[in-house]
């Protein structure tokens, strides 16, 4: 059955995942930083709410999907926050992506309020939030995660209670180690296979019918071959993404020497002001290191 939930947050993921809500019959209260972002839900019959406070005071569920861990803090437990009205019974789904030390302490504040919350970080890109398929990491407890199921349904293809708050938000870094290493080393092989004199549509099409083919090929395939880095997902989001996954690294103690290198290579683009480009501009550094732009006719050798 359909219930009315909060959303908070309505960027690149969250909008989309917010309209496939609302086209499974879900009423909606939202609230985002701009409001125009809104707009579109508001037209379809979702109401408006001007702080995170508002929007717990009218439901029992709320999903957020925000940029990062101070952003989370601030709407679950700041001064207008989530749990300054949230109802005994409330359950919180968080689907950003942040620190699993922070879910850990926002877990502690809203269970002294009897507040349940799951961590449930998302993988697929705008594309997946768009089609409904992305695969969802929940950690929480069974009862919880229970509840949160049949919204999930809604959002991905593939979804994976994996323990306890904040274990959603270890293997979204573990995700986000494969993709951000992916993503360098599909750039490395058309770089490579370019300045040779290879089509880079050809090396794309040979690797993803073998053992080399992958889901970032296959997505951002037209961003490589374009040089279209419009944003899916932001350099600036996947760095901060990789810092979780190495301060998660030096927790545990578990070296972690090639996320390391590629964090220090979105970085560069993040300074040479790329910040705001899709991750996959990470190919601009290996074409810059190489002194060749893909597609560039070149001798074959």
Same mark, same amino acid.
């Given at each position: 059955?359909?219930?009315?939930?909060?959303?908070?947050?309505?960027?690149?993921?969250?909008?989309?995942?917010?309209?496939?809500?609302?086209?499974?019959?879900?009423?909606?209260?939202?609230?985002?930083?701009?409001?125009?972002?809104?707009?579109?839900?508001?037209?379809?019959?979702?109401?408006?709410?001007?702080?995170?406070?508002?929007?717990?005071?009218?439901?029992?569920?709320?999903?957020?999907?925000?940029?990062?861990?101070?952003? %989370?803090?601030? @709407?679950?437990?700041?001064?207008? #926050?989530?749990?300054?009205? &949230? !109802?005994? $019974? *409330? /359950?919180? +789904?968080?689907?950003?992506?942040?620190?699993?030390?922070?879910?850990?302490?926002?877990?502690?504040?809203?269970?002294?309020?009897? %507040?349940?919350? @799951?961590?449930?970080?998302?993988? #697929?890109?705008?594309?997946? &939030? !768009?089609? $409904? *398929? /992305?695969? +969802?990491?929940?950690?929480?407890?069974?009862?919880?995660?229970?509840?949160?199921?049949?919204?999930?349904?809604?959002?991905?293809?593939?979804?994976?209670?994996?323990?306890?708050?904040?274990?959603?938000?270890?293997?979204?870094?573990?995700?986000?180690?494969?993709?951000?290493?992916?993503?360098?080393?599909?750039?490395?092989?058309?770089?490579?296979?370019?300045?040779?004199?290879?089509?880079?549509?050809?090396?794309?099409?040979?690797?993803?019918?073998?053992?080399?083919?992958?889901?970032?090929?296959?997505?951002?395939?037209?961003?490589?071959?374009?040089?279209?880095?419009?944003?899916?997902?932001?350099?600036?989001?996947?760095?901060?993404?990789?810092?979780?996954?190495?301060?998660?690294?030096?927790?545990?103690?578990?070296?972690?020497?090639?996320?390391?290198?590629?964090?220090?290579?979105?970085?560069?683009?993040?300074?040479?002001?790329?910040?705001?480009?899709?991750?996959?501009?990470?190919?601009?550094?290996?074409?810059?290191?190489?002194?060749?732009?893909?597609?560039?006719?070149?001798?074959?050798?």
């Amino acid at each position: 059955m359909a219930e009315k939930i909060g959303f908070i947050g309505l960027g690149i993921m969250g909008g989309p995942m917010a309209h496939n809500l609302m086209n499974a019959g879900h009423e909606l209260v939202v609230h985002s930083r701009h409001r125009s972002s809104a707009e579109e839900l508001e037209g379809g019959g979702a109401q408006w709410a001007d702080d995170p406070s508002a929007v717990a005071e009218q439901v029992e569920t709320i999903i957020t999907m925000l940029p990062d861990s101070p952003q %989370v803090s601030e @709407v679950i437990d700041g001064e207008q #926050g989530i749990l300054r009205t &949230a !109802r005994e $019974g *409330t /359950l919180v +789904i968080d689907m950003s992506t942040i620190s699993p030390v922070v879910t850990a302490e926002l877990a502690h504040a809203a269970g002294q309020k009897a %507040v349940g919350l @799951v961590d449930a970080p998302v993988s #697929g890109g705008d594309v997946g &939030a !768009r089609q $409904g *398929t /992305l695969s +969802i990491m929940a950690g929480g407890s069974a009862e919880d995660f229970a509840r949160a199921q049949p919204l999930f349904e809604h959002l991905g293809k593939t979804v994976v209670h994996v323990g306890e708050v904040g274990a959603g938000q270890v293997v979204k870094a573990c995700n986000q180690i494969v993709v951000a290493l992916t993503i360098e080393a599909v750039s490395e092989a058309l770089v490579l296979g370019s300045k040779a004199g290879v089509d880079p549509v050809k090396i794309l099409d040979v690797l993803s019918g073998g053992l080399a083919a992958n889901r970032v090929m296959e997505v951002r395939r037209e961003n490589f071959l374009r040089h279209d880095f419009t944003p899916g997902f932001r350099i600036d989001l996947h760095h901060k993404d990789l810092g979780i996954a190495l301060a998660a690294g030096r927790e545990y103690g578990v070296p972690l020497p090639v996320t390391a290198i590629v964090d220090q290579m979105l970085q560069a683009l993040r300074v040479s002001g790329h910040g705001s480009e899709d991750h996959s501009a990470l190919l601009r550094v290996l074409e810059e290191w190489a002194g060749h732009e893909i597609g560039q006719t070149v001798s074959a050798v």
